[in-house]
């Protein structure tokens, strides 16, 4: 039981974590088009879900709202807390 566990939580972490690299990508794009953008809700929704990696690598990699200070130390404290759960449910 515990290894379907794993394995769900696993395609869990990975589809989520891609959806931010997306979302990133995709206001980065949005925004240079002048287009409709993403709600930073959103953005933060998903790094909360589980994202936060994606979502980081997403805004360094197109270079988008790394000069938001709440996204510059936002993405990286709820990756580091997600991070501390998994930790703490590990050796739990």
């Known amino acids: 039981m515990e290894s379907v566990i794993c394995i769900l939580l696993s395609v ?3 589809v989520v974590n891609l959806a931010g690299l997306v979302l990133m990508a ?3 794009s949005r925004a240079r088009r002048g287009r409709w953008r993403v709600p930073e809700r959103m953005l933060f929704l998903t790094a ?3 994202g936060a990696a994606g979502s980081w690598a997403g805004m360094y990699l197109f270079h988008h709202k790394t000069r938001h200070w709440y996204f510059v130390l ?3 404290l709820i990756l580091a807390c997600q991070i501390a759960l998994g930790v703490w449910l590990a050796i739990r």
Do not use: E, N
Request: aromatic residues 8%; glycine residues 16%; charged residues 15%.
């Open 12 to 14: 869990w972490l990975a």
């Open 26 to 28: 995709a206001d980065k």
């Open 48 to 50: 909360l879900l589980g």
């Open 74 to 76: 936002g993405m990286p």
